[in-house]
């Protein structure tokens, strides 16, 4: 405190306060990092490796936990294995120097595309119906405007697991249970209430004059919205489904409750890549490096709406 | 639709006599009826989704309804289950494993996120992008962050046990934060505090962002401390901002589900319970689909009522 109170004014900090303050933050910023560079680290490490005592920051990279990830292995005898044709790949290689082959594929390319398309559909479903409701809202006079849209609000206050119990009952009478339309269309009524709520402040933001304009050159209401406001919106439109794509990826509590293998997503998944004897850390580390790169990318391209996406709108700047 | 036509019926009228620019919109399909085409759909999702369900817990709190049973019987037991529920020491005491874990990372995520929040808004060289370096944590999926915490949490290789022990001299071997009573309920602590810090930070920066300068200038007009500045002015602004984010953490962690399942899984023993895996125990393990809906009712309702309040508080700091 005493160091930062040299500042003459608070409105311009001194050189010195930046510094000071920059050094802090890079710092909190880089230990809090290195969990999840610990883990991208890990999947290119051996199993032996990866559970080394003291922890191996200086390794020999392996593709080991990757090939584990996406095959299903066998141990063998080193007898059997004397009789079999030599591995012609550089994975069977690697595979048969731990005394296995390989069996077949894992499960994780059905898993991780069950993600993208349930992740995909209940985003599009979720802005689409969104965006209509959103400038239903913002334009019209609606009864019971407030009352509806705390409503919309209050169905994500909702415990997940509350919801599952009855999901669970309804989807098992309706044969919706572990498919992915199910996923899709309970992770678009999760959504739905995030895009209303963001996308009313976007198009609260875009000026009515140029519906009206368009009005007046002969549109009608539909070709207005469409022409007028939908171009002024695709940022936050843009913006919203990346938060509605984030939310599906991420989702495990329902994933985990109401599907079991056709339906699956990486979420439930992931923990449950066991090697040997527990846990196949490098191939877990491998999925959650997979499955977290889509993730980095989204939240440098969001940076600039983050705010407004985790406040439901509430905070804009 | 037959409320669509009965409502047009009178803009119809209304464009006969209204200007030419006017009554051109409302010949297409009338203002009312778009309104209700455009925001219709979210709400019969909502309420198949949402709604529907929630009545349908609320009648099977009052059976004895058991899911992996659906041929037997179902018998009214009326306020039985809610009864048993208040009664129900393991119900109290995973309430107050909720409440240890809620009221710790929410003082854990302020006092860190509103500093760094401060720190940042000295607007040091490259505060944007370390700004979005420390985001990270919150982006990830809290299953997949609860999976990997475990690993980082092993007694013997785990990275965290390990720095702990390099840092402090204790052997990394000799404590283990998931499997003792005492330290599992800060295990989750400190992975909340980990990956929601970023998320308390980036709106109490918003809040500090919104205090106009000349309010700053007119302090120093008046040669007012720098300590007397950070209390009567930044603190008091920042404050509705600061509670918004409480809010929003506090309705999270009271729900909290996929990180401490993957963590713990409610253990050792029940020691990091809380209610949602009690709510997932009972529902899916024991099949006590009756009282599980019950508690799931009340869960609802605390986490609304609660809500409620705390944002009637909000608009009186705002108002202040």
Redesign the interface.
Known sequence: MSGLSQAHSVVAPSTATRRIAGAIVIVYALVTLIPLLWIIATSFKTPPDSIAYPPKIVFTPSLEGYVNLFTTRTRQSPEMLAQLPPPTTWYDKLVRSRNMVIAGPSNVIPRFVNSIIIAFGSTFLAVFLGTLAAYGFSRFRVPLKDDLLFFILSTRMMPPIAVAIPIYLMYREIGLTDTKLGMILLYTAVNVSLAVWLLKGFIDEIPREYEEAAMIDGYTRLQAFRKAVLPQAATGIAATAIFCLIFAWNEYAFAVLLTSGNAQTMPPFIPFIIGEGGQDWPAVAAATTLFVIPILVFTILLRKHLLRGITFGAVRK | MTETTTSSALPEKLAGATPE?IA??I???S??A??????G???L??L???????I??IW?SFTNYR?NR?NAEVKMVGLDWYHRILGDGDVWLAMQTTAHFVVWTIIIETVLGFG?AW??D??????GL???????????????VG???T??Y?P????FN?AVGFLTGID??SFQMLGSVRLSPWAIVIVDA?MW???VM??C??GL??IP?YI??A??VDRA???R?FWSI?LPMALP?IM?AVL?RG?EN??M??MV??LTGGGPGSTTEV??IT??RQ??ESWR?GY??AL??I??VT??GL?NIYVKALNRVKQR
Do not use: C
């Open positions: 620019v051109r919109p010949r297409g399909l203002d009312k778009i309104a209700w085409f455009f925001i759909p979210t709400i999702l909502l198949a989704i949402n709604i529907f369900p929630l349908w817990t099977l899911a659906p760094l720190l940042i000295k607007k040091f060289r490259g505060h370390w700004t979005t370096v420390i985001l990270i944590p919150m982006m990830l999926s809290p299953a997949v999976n990997f915490w690993f980082l092993q013997q290789s785990g990275l390990y990394p071997s980990w810090t970023p998320y980036l709106i920066l918003a962002r919104s300068d700053y200038e302090a120093e401390s720098p300590w500045q930044t901002f918004l929003f309705i009271f729900k589900f996929d399942n993957l209610v949602s709510l997932k529902a899916f689909t599980s809906s799931a009712i869960l609802f986490v609304f809500a």
